[in-house]
C-alpha cells in the first residue's frame, strides 16, 4: 500500500503518506456514497485524512515500545488488514 520509506526524506514520506491517505478517502467514500461524492464533500475527505494521520501517529507510537524482534511482525500485519480492508480502486479516467 505505501511506498518504500527508506529511498525517501521524511518530507516526501508524509507527501507519500498524505497521498495515501487522499486516495484511501476518495476510494472508501465513493465506493459507499456515490462516484463522485468525495469530490463534492472535501470537508469529509479532509477529516478522514485528520483521522488517518491521527491513527498512523497512535500506531508509531505505540510501535515505539514494541521491541525490534516484533516490529516487522506488527508492522506486516497492520498494512495486510488495511489492504483487506479497503474496496480495490477504480482505475482513473483520462480526459
Same mark, same amino acid.
Given at each position: 500500500m505505501f511506498s518504500d520509506d527508506d529511498d525517501m526524506t521524511a518530507g516526501e514520506t508524509a507527501v507519500s503518506y498524505t497521498d495515501e491517505f487522499l486516495d484511501a478517502a476518495v476510494t472508501r #467514500?465513493? /465506493?459507499? %456514497? @456515490? *462516484? @463522485?461524492? /468525495?469530490? /463534492?464533500?472535501?470537508? #469529509?475527505v479532509a477529516g478522514y485524512i485528520q483521522a488517518c494521520a491521527s491513527n498512523l501517529g497512535a500506531f508509531m507510537t505505540a510501535a515505539a515500545s514494541v521491541?525490534?524482534?516484533? #516490529? /516487522?511482525? &506488527? %508492522?506486516a500485519a497492520?498494512?495486510? *488488514? &488495511?489492504?483487506? *480492508? &479497503?474496496?480495490a480502486p477504480k482505475p482513473k479516467r483520462r480526459k
Open positions: #467514500l465513493d /465506493a459507499t %456514497f @456515490g *462516484e @463522485g461524492y /468525495a469530490k /463534492a464533500n472535501p470537508v #469529509l521491541p525490534q524482534d516484533g #516490529l /516487522a511482525d &506488527m %508492522f497492520a498494512l495486510e *488488514e &488495511m489492504d483487506d *480492508e &479497503m474496496p
